[in-house]
């Protein structure tokens, strides 16, 4: 395994030989906070934390064993969240933007520049100017992406089509009002946007890799995938984007953000599910993008 990239942005980690066509990136466990930022915000180090995929990176460091690249956020997703458009400025917490056409995601205050974190805590007291989000977007932002999109361009070439599988986790809470009351709730969701980002078969192997290693799962519902896999599954092209949630209060105390008991153990049962996974993009079991 090599680390590649130097921008504080992201760090990449790179397998020895890259034998799939699935890239694996957490864009939301970035943890490093600047200095200037903590002193702009209200909020406190644990409540600024809410936000983060805490101990996603973790949890999927061992894709670059099975031959996948391995994309990691390192600036943190309250200060810019690199699952949001480069346009998606929120004119509620920066200064000089116009309103657009709405967009539920900056109605909600999680813009590309955040105005909340989770349960609608603000992270502001005032405003930021423009010029700073730009700065945020090209510093952090543009390098993330920019390096996401050559790893997907290179498995492309490579293996004749790219999987990406973009690496989340969501609060226990999320799941209260998914299926009829009573219903066991679902460990892990898959997002493909409806279809629209992976071919099925892409998405039931993914599914089928989580079912047989003991988790229930769902699709779609709550969380569909935001830009991400709207922007990189083009199913069409041979390009898939499957977005993955997993239950954070499965491995971590979701109130102290710690690794809880059963980290070690879910850690060793998602190792065999990355495996499954980063086996769909082996070249001799590529897939028909147009289902």
């Known amino acids: 395994m090599t680390d590649s990239g130097t921008n504080p942005s992201y760090l990449l980690r790179c397998p020895s030989a890259r034998t799939t066509s699935v890239v ?39 894709a670059v064993d099975h031959g996948a690249p391995l994309l990691l956020a390192q600036s943190p997703r309250a200060y810019l969240d690199l699952n ?31 105005r909340v974190v989770s349960n609608g805590r603000a992270i502001y007291s005032g405003k930021l100017t423009l010029s700073e989000a730009h700065e945020r977007i090209s510093s952090v932002w543009r390098p993330y992406h920019d390096t996401l999109q050559t790893l997907m361009d290179k498995a492309h070439a490579d293996f004749g089509e790219a999987i990406l599988v973009d690496c ?12 009829p009351p009573g219903a066991t709730r679902p460990d892990v969701v898959l997002g493909d946007r409806f279809g629209a980002a992976a071919a099925s078969s892409v998405v039931e192997r993914i599914e089928a890799a989580f079912a047989s290693a003991g988790f229930k799962v769902a699709r779609n519902m709550p969380f569909a995938g935001a830009y991400i896999c709207q922007h990189y599954g083009r199913p069409s092209r041979r390009h898939h984007a499957v977005q993955i949630e997993i239950d954070r209060s499965i491995y971590m105390n979701e109130s102290l953000i710690k690794p809880n008991a059963n980290f070690k153990a879910f850690k060793a049962a998602l190792d065999g599910v990355i495996g499954e996974i980063a086996d769909i993009g082996r070249p001799a079991d590529l897939h028909v993008a147009a289902e």
């Open 84 to 114: 949001r458009g480069p346009d998606e400025l929120d004119p509620a917490v920066i200064d000089g933007v116009r309103r657009i056409a709405h967009n539920p995601r900056i109605a909600s205050g999680l813009g590309v520049i955040p």
């Open 24 to 62: 694996f990136a957490s864009p939301h466990s970035g943890r490093n906070y600047p200095a200037s930022f903590l002193r702009k915000i209200v909020l406190d180090e644990m409540q600024v934390r809410s936000s983060e995929d805490a101990f996603v990176d973790d949890l999927f460091q061992s």
């Open 168 to 179: 989340h986790s969501m609060p226990h809470e999320a799941l209260e009002d998914v299926g």
